[in-house]
């Protein structure tokens, strides 16, 4: 397979967002499925960001791109690529996120997180919590403290920004832009759902050889 990446962004309509070649291949095999199926998902990290350095202009014109499309359209294929690749992908044995994220936590997080625990609240705030220069509560260590090896130690009890990370569910993918892509080279999902946005959009093209 020869990856092809058009100079030009020209996408119009979702219904011209699936490379011809492709839905007819699909349609003479009866496999009318998203063709991201048929693409094997990137979740090595060592890639990730080689791929992040070399990719770095082609990634730099895409957010221009972006930025200039249908938001409304942009959200509508990013949240259906979100909800195919986010399941396929185990954050168990990735755990790349709390190894770079700063957390915010609040003081209900913190009542729960402490009587899961068994420690008090002055406790917990000592031990793990630190106050930020805008005054919120952060996780006192990068990587985080309850990450052990490639899981979360409290998975049931983690924090709201560790639940809604990477965000790909959200409307307004492409205002936030700059900080879903400082994400491309850690984050099997960002990685995977940019590469198909790239393709759903006709950014890049797939060609057989
Ligand atoms: S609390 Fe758990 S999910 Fe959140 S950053 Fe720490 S290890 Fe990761
Ligand atoms: S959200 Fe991304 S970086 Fe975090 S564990 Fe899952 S795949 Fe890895």
Redesign the pocket.
Known sequence: MRIVISGTFFYQSTNQLLLTNQLSSYQSTNQLLPYFRFLKLE?NLAILAQEELEKEEENFCFKDALSNSNSIEIDNIVHALNAEITPA?D?TA?????RSLMINVTQPEVENLSAYLSITEDELKETYIETSLQGSMIVNTIPCHFLKGTMCSIYEHRFAECRE??GLHKTGFTERLFATFM?YG?????YNVIEQLKIKTGFIKIAQT
Request: hydrophobic fraction near 25%; charged fraction near 5%; glycine fraction near 6%.
């Open positions: 979740t992908i954050c990735c755990g790349n996120c709390c990370f990477p994400h850690r984050c099997p999902i960002v």
